[in-house]
């Protein structure tokens, strides 16, 4: 479809630029005290985009600006993700008295400018539309992880994000070229074809490529070993944006993941021993071991921490190495599996990190001691806490429980060459349980109880309750989730 013609069918990302442009145009006429009002704005335009998104994609199949982006269930799904765990943030940004001192005016606009991107990865199918995506995603996260100016670890953080950014976006634009090179071709479905016939001489650049690309993918995540940019930022950022960088954009890494190995790799004859003769790199096996170190190194270094952000951020690593168990197999059941992982993941980390920022609003600080009596004290915020950590954890009838169940279901299914890697997991849940119960001993079982109760504001109080709801409920009923997951997958069932 032609560009003009791709317009059409384009207006979800249309209403988003829409937002932005109005958002910069709005910050600049207001006065700095009012610059909140910024996030009201791109609020709004959200929630539109959102039924835009939803009316748009529904049953559609197809592709936009010549083969370059998707339009399918499969990435609309992941667009909703994105946009629901952007108006939590929003909210929640508005609370955050770390944010308070700053003009938020462009917080917000980056906000935006970062679903846009996002947006643009979800639907690639195109190489330089995913160079193009990610770089959208991470300047904008460079910006946002030093956004605090005042705060040296803000500055710090920013700067350790850019220096590994750049690294990993040279690491995976280099891969690119190659695949290039090698095919003559940017498409993704026409890479495919050409790949089914490469001879044997075009066996090392293409395993070079791969890992290359791999590494850019990885960063994304936060996969071992591109993971060293993920605990000193999400530590130096404000604690909103390290809740949105756990959740957003590795939803989207996850998408652009695993449309990117499905077409050239699977559907190529090259994710096992190619038919054409081409010996490979064993794919499963390289994910399968990614998949461990990424899970027991998270939860090994999170064990050790004593601020209570940082063991969430290394957390956020370990549950990208669960999330990765289903990579290995990249059949319907491991991709369902990683979909219905990410909506569970996104109610309870959210929910997790949006306490941190109610007690440091309260003591200023967000280490153990700081949780100490928590539960004696704000009730309220004791209770949903201890939710999010048994969630975390993988304990019943949560929502965490049924993602990991979907995820060692999926790997099991795939036949006994993967038990090791569920038995990996499981040693790790186990091991996690540790410093998740850590939390929630520290805050009623340390301290003394107080007759007086503090309670969080309104805004505060429904927003942790409306995390914490879904991660109870959809414990006991998933179905329409899973439902929704399963409708998502006709696209990748049918490619384009």
Same mark, same amino acid.
């Given at each position: 479809?032609?560009?003009?013609?791709?317009?059409?069918?384009?207006? !979800? %990302?249309?209403?988003?630029?829409?937002?932005?442009?109005?958002?910069?145009?709005?910050?600049?006429?207001?006065?700095?005290?009012?610059?909140?009002?910024?996030?009201?704005?791109?609020?709004?335009?959200?929630?539109?985009?959102?039924? *835009?998104?939803?009316?748009?994609?529904?049953?559609?199949?197809?592709?936009?600006?010549?083969?370059?982006?998707?339009?399918? !269930?499969?990435?609309?799904?992941?667009?909703?993700?994105?946009?629901?765990?952007?108006?939590?943030?929003?909210?929640?940004?508005?609370?955050?008295?770390?944010?308070?001192?700053?003009?938020?005016?462009?917080?917000?606009?980056?906000?935006?400018?970062?679903?846009?991107?996002?947006?643009?990865?979800?639907?690639?199918?195109?190489?330089?539309?995913?160079?193009?995506? @990610?770089?959208?995603?991470?300047?904008?996260?460079?910006?946002?992880? +030093?956004?605090?100016?005042?705060?040296?670890?803000?500055?710090?953080?920013?700067?350790?994000?850019?220096?590994?950014? *750049?690294?990993?976006?040279?690491?995976?634009?280099?891969?690119?070229?190659?695949?290039? +090179?090698?095919?003559?071709?940017?498409?993704?479905?026409?890479?495919?074809?050409?790949?089914?016939?490469?001879?044997?001489?075009?066996?090392?650049?293409?395993?070079?490529?791969?890992?290359?690309?791999?590494?850019?993918? +990885?960063?994304?995540?936060?996969?071992?070993?591109?993971?060293?940019?993920?605990?000193?930022?999400?530590?130096?950022?404000?604690?909103?944006?390290?809740?949105?960088?756990?959740?957003?954009?590795?939803?989207?890494?996850?998408?652009?993941?695993?449309?990117?190995?499905?077409?050239?790799?699977?559907?190529?004859?090259?994710?096992?021993?190619?038919?054409?003769?081409?010996?490979? @790199?064993?794919?499963?096996?390289?994910?399968?071991?990614?998949?461990?170190?990424?899970?027991?190194?998270?939860?090994?270094?999170?064990?050790?921490?004593?601020?209570?952000?940082?063991?969430?951020?290394?957390?956020?690593? *370990?549950?990208?190495?669960?999330?990765?168990?289903?990579?290995?197999?990249?059949?319907?059941?491991?991709?369902?599996?990683?979909?219905?992982?990410?909506?569970?993941?996104?109610?309870?980390?959210?929910?997790?990190?949006?306490?941190?920022? $109610?007690?440091?609003?309260?003591?200023?600080?967000?280490?153990?001691?700081?949780?100490?009596?928590?539960?004696?004290?704000?009730?309220?915020?004791?209770?949903?806490?201890?939710?999010?950590?048994?969630?975390?954890?993988?304990?019943?009838?949560? *929502?965490?429980?049924?993602?990991?169940?979907?995820?060692?279901?999926?790997?099991?299914?795939?036949?006994?060459?993967?038990?090791?890697?569920?038995?990996?997991?499981?040693?790790?849940?186990?091991?996690?349980?540790?410093?998740?119960?850590?939390?929630?001993?520290?805050?009623?079982?340390?301290? %003394?109880?107080?007759?007086?109760?503090?309670?969080?504001? @309104?805004?505060?109080?429904?927003?942790?309750? @409306?995390?914490?709801?879904?991660?109870?409920?959809?414990?006991?009923?998933?179905? !329409?989730?899973?439902?929704? $997951?399963?409708?998502?997958?006709?696209?990748?069932?049918?490619?384009?």
């Amino acid at each position: 479809m032609n560009n003009l013609q791709s317009l059409s069918y384009y207006w !979800p %990302e249309l209403l988003l630029v829409t937002t932005i442009l109005a958002a910069v145009v709005y910050d600049l006429l207001t006065k700095p005290s009012e610059s909140q009002r910024v996030g009201l704005l791109v609020f709004a335009g959200l929630v539109l985009t959102l039924f *835009a998104n939803w009316f748009t994609s529904a049953e559609r199949n197809i592709t936009l600006f010549l083969d370059s982006l998707a339009l399918d !269930p499969f990435a609309q799904f992941f667009k909703t993700i994105i946009i629901f765990s952007t108006l939590f943030v929003i909210l929640i940004s508005r609370k955050s008295n770390e944010l308070r001192i700053y003009r938020t005016g462009e917080y917000y606009t980056l906000i935006a400018i970062m679903v846009f991107g996002m947006f643009l990865m979800v639907s690639a199918i195109d190489l330089i539309m995913v160079y193009l995506s @990610i770089e959208v995603v991470s300047i904008s996260s460079f910006i946002l992880a +030093g956004y605090l100016k005042q705060d040296q670890r803000s500055n710090e953080s920013s700067l350790k994000y850019v220096i590994y950014g *750049a690294f990993s976006s040279g690491l995976m634009l280099f891969g690119l070229s190659i695949l290039f +090179g090698l095919t003559g071709t940017t498409k993704f479905f026409e890479i495919q074809n050409v790949i089914s016939g490469l001879d044997t001489s075009s066996h090392f650049a293409l395993i070079i490529a791969s890992v290359f690309i791999l590494a850019g993918f +990885g960063y994304k995540i936060s996969a071992v070993p591109f993971h060293f940019w993920t605990p000193d930022v999400y530590e130096g950022a404000p604690t909103p944006v390290t809740a949105y960088l756990s959740v957003a954009p590795k939803a989207a890494g996850f998408a652009l993941l695993i449309r990117f190995f499905h077409v050239l790799f699977t559907d190529a004859g090259l994710f096992l021993e190619s038919e054409n003769g081409i010996p490979t @790199i064993p794919w499963p096996q390289v994910l399968a071991g990614i998949s461990v170190a990424t899970m027991t190194l998270g939860n090994l270094v999170a064990i050790q921490q004593s601020s209570v952000k940082r063991m969430l951020a290394y957390s956020s690593i *370990a549950h990208a190495g669960y999330m990765l168990m289903a990579m290995p197999i990249l059949s319907g059941n491991g991709v369902f599996a990683i979909m219905i992982y990410l909506v569970m993941y996104l109610f309870m980390n959210l929910g997790a990190f949006f306490v941190v920022i $109610i007690v440091k609003n309260k003591t200023g600080g967000e280490t153990f001691e700081d949780f100490r009596g928590l539960g004696w004290e704000m009730p309220l915020v004791g209770i949903v806490m201890a939710l999010f950590m048994f969630s975390l954890t993988g304990i019943p009838p949560t *929502a965490g429980f049924i993602g990991k169940f979907y995820i060692f279901a999926a790997v099991i299914k795939a036949g006994p060459s993967f038990y090791w890697l569920v038995f990996a997991g499981a040693v790790n849940s186990v091991i996690s349980l540790y410093y998740y119960m850590r939390v929630v001993k520290v805050m009623f079982l340390e301290g %003394e109880s107080k007759e007086e109760h503090i309670f969080p504001s @309104i805004l505060e109080s429904a927003l942790i309750i @409306i995390l914490a709801a879904p991660t109870l409920f959809l414990g006991v009923y998933w179905a !329409p989730i899973a439902e929704w $997951i399963t409708n998502s997958l006709r696209f990748f069932h049918q490619g384009i």
